[in-house]
């Protein structure tokens, strides 16, 4: 029972620094124009890596040939072209691939 509690102190104490020493050195990081170049195009490249690493496995020879995935690709990028919101692009964007892959290209039911 010791381990266990200390397995979980150790757990608690990790997850606990690892959340909240960002915020504790925000300002001695902040000056830093390394760090701040690093937070103003580290959000739009991880975009871009899940992006392509999505779009990668998609089998395009099947039906519907990513036809889902390409249509919200292109709502997002349009959307967030308007707004510059990433929460409203992503939110959207998510929203227009369940709508099509639910309803606008469901798979033929087999006989």
Request: proline share 7%; hydrophobic share 50%; charged share 10%.
């Amino acid at each position: 029972m010791r381990y266990l509690i200390g397995g979980l102190g150790v757990m608690f104490l990790t997850t606990a620094l690892t959340r909240t020493l960002p915020f504790l050195l925000a300002a001695r990081l902040g000056a830093r124009p390394r760090l701040r170049n690093l937070g103003r195009k580290l959000p739009a490249a991880i975009m871009v890596l899940l992006s392509l690493q999505s779009l990668s496995e998609v089998d395009y020879l099947r039906y519907p040939h990513g036809l889902p995935e390409i249509l919200a690709s292109g709502v997002v990028l349009a959307v967030h072209g308007l707004g510059r919101n990433s929460l409203l692009s992503i939110s959207v964007g998510t929203l227009a691939y369940a709508l099509c892959s639910q309803f606008v290209f469901v798979p033929p039911i087999a006989p």
